[in-house]
């Protein structure tokens, strides 16, 4: 998994769903990567990260 699939699986989920008030990820790099925390952001969608090794 990189940053380019999770964020074509962001986009997608926006089209189709909409924005959520909170979008919950693990930490992993392609996740909090400002490429991809910038869109939620943009949108006002809260990220909340799972602990490390959860």
């Known amino acids: 998994m ?3 699939f999770c ?8 089209i189709r769903s909409g924005a959520p ?5 693990d930490q992993g790099s392609q ?15 809260r990220i909340s990260m799972d602990g490390r090794g959860r």
């Open 31 to 45: 996740l909090t990567t400002p490429r991809f925390t910038d869109v939620s952001q943009a949108r006002q969608i």
């Open 21 to 25: 008030e909170i979008f919950n990820t």
């Open 2 to 4: 990189d940053a380019e």
């Open 7 to 14: 964020m074509g699986v962001l986009q997608e989920a926006l």
